[in-house]
């Protein structure tokens, strides 16, 4: 089958101070559908960059970049993306956050209406739907930013650091029902992340990319059967993950 996301030979460079600064270098990577693959990499190494690319953002590129079977030179790759910050407005409510995508895209309908509120209380958003974003805690105005990157069409999500902002009780929560939510709908998942725990607790492979200029120095499949419950990270298994991702970090 074809895979969701093909990237050969990626590079990307910006321009600064008049010099050259060479952002990607020859990035390979490949996701099939409906895995959850995450990326992992230090500051300033090219994630965002890498997202943005793939998103169809990012026009001055060397290499291919195809995504479900189409190179995105050609044709607007079908992505929900979900910056590294939430952007809420916050002048809308949660509902009208939500379908904010849908509107600009023109394929808002009426008949949704049932839909969108069975997500908002999958999302636990029940009973928030009117409320606006300065009344949410933060695990729930990250809740209302991926669900209206859940609700995008687009087979693909791309989520950078979508819990990074968030303290570690919350972003435990938040991990375990992504977890659930994705196992029950089976998107294909590609996911930036700093934390190498959350990278194995959540992944089905896991990309390590390494200091600038950005490229892929590991990529490790995660072996680990699912449903997964929290109280696998203190498995052998789990740890030895953890220690091959901590040294390919190292390289
Ligand atoms: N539009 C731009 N113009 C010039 N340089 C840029 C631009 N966007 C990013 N950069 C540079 O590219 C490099 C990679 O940035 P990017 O945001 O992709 O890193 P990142 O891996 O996502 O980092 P972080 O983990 O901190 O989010 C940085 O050195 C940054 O300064
Ligand atoms: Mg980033």
């Known amino acids: 089958m074809e895979?969701?996301?093909?990237?050969?030979?990626l590079c990307v460079s910006y321009t600064l101070n008049k010099k050259e600064l060479k952002v990607l270098e020859n990035v390979n990577l490949r996701a099939e559908a409906g895995r959850f693959v995450s990326i992992i990499g230090p500051s300033g190494?090219?994630?965002?960059?890498?997202?943005?690319?793939?998103?169809?953002?990012?026009?001055?590129?060397?290499?291919?970049?195809?995504?479900?079977?189409?190179d995105i030179r050609n044709s607007r790759p079908h992505i929900a993306y979900m910056l590294q910050k939430d952007l809420l407005l916050p002048w809308r409510n949660v509902r009208q956050n939500i379908v904010l995508p849908l509107e600009l895209a023109g394929t808002l309908k009426n008949t949704d209406a049932d839909f969108i509120e069975n997500m908002i209380s999958e999302f636990g958003l029940k009973g928030f739907a009117d409320a606006?974003?300065?009344e949410l805690s933060g695990g729930m105005r990250q809740r209302v930013a991926l669900l209206r990157t859940w609700l995008m069409e687009g087979s693909v999500m791309l989520l950078d650091e979508p819990f990074g902002a968030l303290d570690a009780l919350t972003r435990k929560h938040m991990q375990d029902w992504l977890t659930g939510i994705w196992e029950k709908h089976r998107k294909t998942v590609l996911f930036i992340t700093h934390d190498i725990e959350e990278a194995v607790y959540l992944s089905d492979e896991v990309?390590?990319?390494?200091?600038?200029?950005?490229?892929?120095?590991?990529?490790?499949n995660i072996d680990i059967e699912r449903p997964r419950k929290s109280d696998i990270t203190c498995t052998p298994l789990f740890i030895d993950y953890?220690?091959?991702?901590?040294s390919a970090l190292q390289v």
């Open 3 to 9: 895979p969701a996301v093909n990237i050969t030979d």
């Open 45 to 70: 190494c090219g994630k965002s960059t890498l997202f943005r690319t793939i998103a169809g953002l990012e026009k001055k590129y060397t290499g291919s970049v195809i995504v479900n079977g189409c």
């Open 132 to 134: 606006y974003p300065d």
């Open 207 to 220: 990309f390590v990319m390494g200091p600038r200029p950005g490229r892929i120095v590991e990529h490790i």
């Open 242 to 246: 953890k220690r091959r991702l901590v």
